[in-house]
């Protein structure tokens, strides 16, 4: 190949990085400001069912389980939804001592969950680009309560990452 031919294809290809990576920027800065996420957010698939669900809740001294029914459909990507949008509504009224992991306006964005067990959680704050505050012990207690409530719950999720 010469170096004329060479240059070219170089040029055509940082040319179509460059318009990949436009095209990224410019779809999460449209889903930023909408405060929405850039996908449709899912449809539930199938009948819904209801099913018991164990949601671990921070407390004075690690977490405390708080059982609850909850209405989805038995696929396991809508059990972690309904799962964390439970949690996120925080504990039943007269559940004294147990604590919302995330604080009010945190809502769910995506649910993934792959094939090898990795479930991928996005949550969204509004209005907000930096993540809630806390210290190291609240930060580490939402972080469990998320992850033990799914994974405890949906055994089809092994592993679970917060995005």
Do not use: C
């Not at 779809?27 to 930023?32: D, E, Q």
């Not at 009010?104 to 907000?128: K, N, Q, S």
Request: overall charge neutral.
């Amino acid at each position: 190949m010469s170096r004329r031919a060479a240059g070219l294809v170089l040029g055509a290809a940082l040319l179509l990085l460059a318009a990949g990576g436009l095209t990224w920027w410019w779809v999460g800065r449209n889903a930023r400001r909408t405060g929405g996420s850039a996908a449709p957010a899912a449809v539930p698939a199938g009948p819904q069912t209801t099913f018991a669900a164990d949601l671990y809740f921070p407390a004075e001294t690690g977490l405390r389980a708080e059982r609850r029914n909850l209405v989805g459909s038995n696929t396991p990507k809508d059990r972690i939804r309904k799962i964390v949008q439970a949690l996120l509504a925080g504990p039943s009224a007269g559940r004294a001592g147990l604590a919302r992991p995330l604080p009010p306006g945190v809502e769910v964005g995506a649910v993934e969950l792959t094939p090898e067990g990795t479930a991928y959680l996005d949550l969204r704050w509004a209005e907000h680009d930096d993540p809630p505050p806390g210290g190291s012990d609240a930060e580490m207690q939402a972080v469990y309560s998320l992850v033990d409530s799914i994974a405890l719950n949906v055994p089809e999720a092994q592993r679970v990452v917060l995005l």
